[in-house]
T-cell receptor, first 114, second 118 residues
C-alpha cells in the first residue's frame, strides 16, 4: 500500500504571498490531519478533516485553512505569508472511523518564506 | 502545564546496546493513547509503537517496547540492540480521548535526539 504523499516537497515563497499544500492519504484512510513543525514551537496541530468536514482545529490564525475532497485528499492553504510561517508541514492520515487510530505521516513539505 | 515532557534533549548509545528514552505525560482524560515516532533528518515521521490507556500489557514492536507506568504517567521507549540506523529524533505523543475532544489531535513532546555510535 502506498504511503501518505505530500506535494510539493519544497517551496520558497515571499512574504504576503499565499501557498497551497497538498496531501494524499493512504488508500482507505478518511481522516487527514495537518501539523506544523518549527525549531521554536516544535510540532503543533493545525487541523483535522474527516469526510470533507473539519473535525478538530488547533490554535492557529485564520490565515491557515484547509479542505478535504470526496476522495479524502486534502489541501492546506496559508494566505498572507509571514516569515514565521517557514516550517515543515506534515500531513498524517488514519482510518478515522472512531477518531482514535494511529496516524501515519507523509514526508512533509518544507516551506521557506523570504 | 506541558502535556508531554521529554527531558532528554540528546542521548548517545553504543551500537548493540539498549537505550531508554523518557516520556511523561499529563492528562485528566481516562481514555488516551500514547505514541512514539521516529524522525530521521529527512523529516518524515515514522510510527514506532502505540500504547492505549486501558492496555494491560506493555506494547512491543520488534526491537521497540514501551514501558508504560500509568500511576507515574510515564511511557518510556526502550530500543534494544541499537543500530546505526536508529540515529534520529524521537518524539513521544499523546492523543486524548473523546471526553476532551481529542479525536485525532496529537500533542507532541520536544523530542530526544538519539545518536548511535560504533
Amino acid at each position: 500500500k502506498a504511503g501518505v504523499t505530500q506535494t510539493p516537497r519544497y517551496l520558497i515563497k515571499t512574504r504576503g504571498q499565499q501557498v497551497t499544500l497538498s496531501c494524499s492519504p493512504i488508500s482507505g484512510h478518511r481522516s487527514v490531519s495537518w501539523y506544523q513543525q518549527t525549531p521554536g514551537q516544535g510540532l503543533q496541530f493545525l487541523f483535522e478533516y474527516f469526510s470533507e468536514t473539519q473535525r478538530n482545529k488547533g490554535n492557529f490564525p485564520g490565515r491557515f485553512s484547509g479542505r478535504q475532497f470526496s476522495n479524502s485528499r486534502s489541501e492546506m492553504n496559508v494566505s498572507t505569508l509571514e516569515l514565521g510561517d517557514s516550517a515543515l508541514y506534515l500531513c498524517a492520515s488514519s482510518i478515522g472511523m472512531r477518531g482514535l487510530e494511529t496516524q501515519y505521516f507523509g514526508p512533509g513539505t518544507r516551506l521557506l518564506v523570504l | 502545564a506541558q502535556k508531554i515532557t521529554q527531558t532528554q534533549p540528546g542521548m548517545f548509545v553504543q551500537e548493540k546496546e539498549a537505550v531508554t528514552l523518557d516520556c511523561t505525560y499529563d492528562t485528566s482524560d481516562p481514555s488516551y493513547g500514547l505514541f512514539w515516532y521516529k524522525q530521521p533528518s529527512s523529516g518524515e515521521m515514522i510510527f514506532l509503537i502505540y500504547q492505549g490507556s486501558y492496555d494491560q500489557q506493555n506494547a512491543t514492536e520488534g526491537r521497540y517496547s514501551l514501558n508504560f507506568q500509568k500511576a507515574r504517567k510515564s511511557a518510556n521507549l526502550v530500543i534494544s540492540a541499537s543500530q546505526l540506523g536508529d540515529s534520529a529524533m524521537y518524539f513521544c505523543a499523546m492523543r486524548e480521548g473523546k471526553l476532551t475532544g481529542g479525536g485525532n489531535k496529537l500533542t507532541f513532546g520536544t523530542g530526544t535526539q538519539l545518536k548511535v555510535e560504533l
